[in-house]
């Protein structure tokens, strides 16, 4: 069982950056698949991207394509989103997730998520 705790949100002008940080407690984090996760208030939470237990990212919102990078260090039982050249529209509420093994896109598999923390980007 892994509990998850995000930091690193808060305000931010357009153009800026934040460093989102998941921090897990709980056995095997290695063995997790870290995904994160963004929801507007009143919309769907959507997926941002994933990384693998080797390592390997991705990002799946096209939006966010050349601008956010998702890195992991197990040794600390953390993964990170880097965020750059922010955006109003990339203002949320943050979410980290882990699923077993396997990175997925789908938020219905991952069996783990943090408190949320808000990102707020202004113009």
């Known amino acids: 069982q892994l509990q998850l705790v995000e930091s690193g949100g808060g305000s931010v002008q357009a153009g800026g950056s934040l460093r989102l940080s998941c921090s897990a407690s709980?056995?095997?984090?290695?063995?997790?698949?870290m995904g994160w996760f963004r929801q507007v208030s009143g919309k769907e939470r959507e997926f941002v991207g994933v990384?693998?237990?080797?390592?390997?990212?991705?990002t799946g919102l096209g939006s966010v394509y050349g601008r956010f990078s998702i890195s992991r260090d197990n040794a600390k039982n953390a993964v990170y989103l880097e965020m750059n050249s922010l955006k109003p529209e990339d203002t949320a509420v943050y979410y980290c997730?882990?699923?077993?093994?396997?990175?997925?896109?789908?938020?219905?598999?991952?069996?783990?998520w943090g408190q949320g923390t808000q990102v707020t980007v202004s113009s």
């Open positions: 709980g056995r095997s984090f290695h063995t997790y698949a």
């Open positions: 990384i693998d237990v080797y390592g390997g990212s991705t």
């Open positions: 997730a882990a699923k077993r093994l396997r990175a997925s896109i789908s938020q219905s598999e991952y069996e783990y």
